[in-house]
Nanobody, 118 residues
Framework: QVQLVESGGGLVQPGGSLRLSCAASGGIFRLYTMGWYRQDPGNHRELVAIITTGGNTNYVDSVKGRFSISRDNAKNTVYLEMNSVSREDAAVYYC????????????WGQGTQVTVSS
């Protein structure tokens, strides 16, 4: 039973930066692959970035070089640093945890909204 709580969303100007946080509880955090997804009105939910239990990362092409995902296992927290944001980055961002070992478990946060406007 993993609970995920996102924070850090809000209003940011085009070209600006924002850091999202996701605090996890109720599980062995270091054994989960963590990810950030996003969804804007009318679109499907897409994977933005993932970080494995070993610290390997991957990103959707549209954010490569601008966003960075990281995790702090001591704090049970995963971050998404967003730089040089554009209006295309505006969406509700969701945190995801997926078990990397043993039985499959999948958990979602409730999302945090990122608005990009001048």
């Amino acid at each position: 039973q993993v609970q995920l709580v996102e924070s850090g969303g809000g209003l940011v100007q085009p070209g600006g930066s924002l850091r999202l946080s996701c605090a996890a509880s109720g599980g062995i955090f270091r054994l989960y692959t963590m990810g950030w997804y996003r969804q804007d009105p009318g679109n499907h939910r897409e994977l933005v970035a993932i970080i494995t239990t070993g610290g390997n990362t991957n990103y959707v092409d549209s954010v490569k070089g601008r966003f960075s995902i990281s995790r702090d296992n001591a704090k049970n927290t995963v971050y998404l640093e967003m730089n040089s944001v554009s209006r295309e980055d505006a969406a509700v961002y969701y945190c995801n945890a997926k078990s990397a070992f043993g039985p499959v478990h999948d958990y979602w946060g409730q999302g945090t909204q990122v608005t990009v406007s001048s």
